[in-house]
């Protein structure tokens, strides 16, 4: 008797390929069986890099963390148009990395001036699948001048933001200290006077709810050139100090540390340290659901909102997989 249109041997079927010409109950039998390839669907994603950490006595605010989004035409970081959702093979383990943001330094050095780039770091990169999110830089330190580079959104150690996550650090001028960058905007040149605020992140609602995101941190300020300190970009952005140390970049927003201040002691202070990353996905709930455990990250489980089903990893590496 033919089966599955081969009049010879029955070919073998499995979950991951079908051989044959197939009729509704057949296809309704292989799946009752565990033998039926299922196609794949399609998830959108949010994911957002570490923050990195703001500048040493003199310094630059840290860049926010590289930002990639694929929901519902939102903007995608350094204002570009909405990447396209990752489509997802049923029973396949994808990997998911919360990148950590960049951490602070212990101390900065004191009343020498002499404060370097060992006191701050850039993040870390997050990653679901083939996506990556690049981590934020680090704000430059400033060992004895008021010239300083503030960190990139999405750029590690550098200046310069990554197309399509994030924008430049401000640069520094007569002891004002430059804003880092964020998903939306520069960060400010700073100046003397002048507020050198980080640059804004970008708004989702992937979680149904709008939250801004990705903002850079605030340069640092000299006590003795400039009042007050620097705001940090919206979006978790870290303020940057005057005569204290930077303000860290809030977490799971990929916000940039502020920097740290210097006064006309000689005193340094070290910058804040970098938010931490997030991810996000977000599928129709008809479509799949999550199977398995999600060893080595931290998450609030499946939602839902409205037609769909959405998951917010807050910390970790591991994988995942949808049935």
Same mark, same amino acid.
Not at 246 to 257: A, D, Q
């Given at each position: 008797?033919?089966?599955?249109?081969?009049?010879?041997?029955?070919?073998?079927?499995?979950?991951?390929?079908?051989?044959?010409?197939?009729?509704?109950?057949?296809?309704?039998?292989?799946?009752?069986?565990?033998?039926?390839?299922?196609?794949?669907?399609?998830?959108?994603?949010?994911?957002?890099?570490?923050?990195?950490?703001?500048?040493?006595?003199?310094?630059?605010?840290?860049?926010?963390?590289?930002?990639?989004?694929?929901?519902?035409?939102?903007?995608?970081?350094?204002?570009?148009?909405?990447?396209?959702?990752?489509?997802?093979?049923?029973?396949?383990?994808?990997?998911?990395?919360?990148?950590?943001?960049?951490?602070?330094?212990?101390?900065?050095?004191?009343?020498?001036?002499?404060?370097?780039?060992?006191?701050?770091?850039?993040?870390?990169?997050?990653?679901?699948?083939?996506?990556?999110?690049?981590?934020?830089?680090?704000?430059?330190?400033?060992?004895?001048?008021?010239?300083?580079?503030?960190?990139?959104?999405?750029?590690?150690?550098?200046?310069?933001?990554?197309?399509?996550?994030?924008?430049?650090?401000?640069?520094?001028?007569?002891?004002?200290? !430059?804003? *880092? #960058? &964020?998903?939306? %905007?520069?960060?400010?040149? $700073?100046? =003397?006077?002048?507020?050198? /605020? +980080? @640059?804004?992140?970008?708004?989702?609602?992937?979680?149904?709810?709008?939250?801004?995101?990705?903002?850079?941190?605030?340069?640092?300020?000299?006590?003795?050139?400039?009042?007050?300190?620097?705001?940090?970009?919206?979006?978790?952005?870290?303020?940057?100090?005057?005569?204290?140390?930077?303000?860290?970049?809030?977490?799971?927003? !990929?916000? *940039? #540390? &502020?920097?740290? %201040?210097?006064?006309?002691? $000689?005193? =340094?202070?070290?910058?804040? /340290? +970098? @938010?931490?990353?997030?991810?996000?996905?977000?599928?129709?709930?008809?479509?799949?659901?999550?199977?398995?455990?999600?060893?080595?990250?931290?998450?609030?489980?499946?939602?839902?909102?409205?037609?769909?089903?959405?998951?917010?990893?807050?910390?970790?590496?591991?994988?995942?997989?949808?049935s």
């Amino acid at each position: 008797m033919a089966k599955y249109g081969y009049t010879g041997a029955k070919p073998t079927q499995s979950s991951s390929a079908n051989t044959g010409v197939f009729g509704v109950n057949d296809v309704v039998e292989l799946i009752n069986k565990g033998n039926y390839k299922r196609q794949d669907f399609a998830v959108s994603y949010l994911v957002i890099a570490g923050g990195g950490t703001g500048g040493a006595h003199r310094g630059g605010g840290g860049g926010a963390g590289g930002y990639r989004n694929s929901y519902a035409s939102e903007t995608s970081g350094r204002n570009a148009s909405t990447e396209t959702p990752l489509r997802i093979a049923y029973d396949t383990s994808v990997t998911v990395t919360v990148g950590a943001g960049g951490s602070a330094a212990s101390s900065a050095s004191a009343s020498t001036g002499t404060a370097t780039l060992a006191n701050v770091t850039a993040g870390n990169d997050s990653v679901f699948s083939t996506i990556t999110s690049t981590a934020g830089g680090s704000g430059s330190s400033a060992p004895g001048s008021g010239l300083t580079t503030a960190g990139g959104s999405g750029a590690a150690n550098s200046g310069s933001g990554t197309a399509g996550q994030g924008f430049d650090g401000g640069g520094g001028f007569n002891y004002g200290y !430059g804003g *880092g #960058g &964020g998903a939306s %905007a520069n960060g400010t040149t $700073g100046a =003397s006077g002048v507020n050198a /605020a +980080g @640059g804004a992140g970008l708004s989702s609602s992937i979680t149904g709810s709008a939250v801004t995101r990705a903002g850079g941190g605030g340069g640092g300020r000299d006590s003795y050139f400039n009042a007050g300190g620097s705001s940090g970009g919206a979006g978790g952005g870290g303020a940057g100090r005057n005569n204290n140390t930077g303000t860290n970049g809030s977490g799971n927003t !990929g916000g *940039g #540390g &502020g920097g740290g %201040a210097t006064n006309s002691l $000689g005193t =340094s202070w070290r910058g804040g /340290a +970098g @938010g931490s990353g997030i991810v996000i996905l977000r599928w129709a709930t008809a479509d799949a659901t999550i199977s398995g455990t999600r060893t080595g990250l931290t998450d609030g489980g499946v939602q839902t909102d409205g037609d769909d089903s959405y998951i917010v990893f807050t910390a970790g590496t591991g994988t995942v997989s949808f049935s």
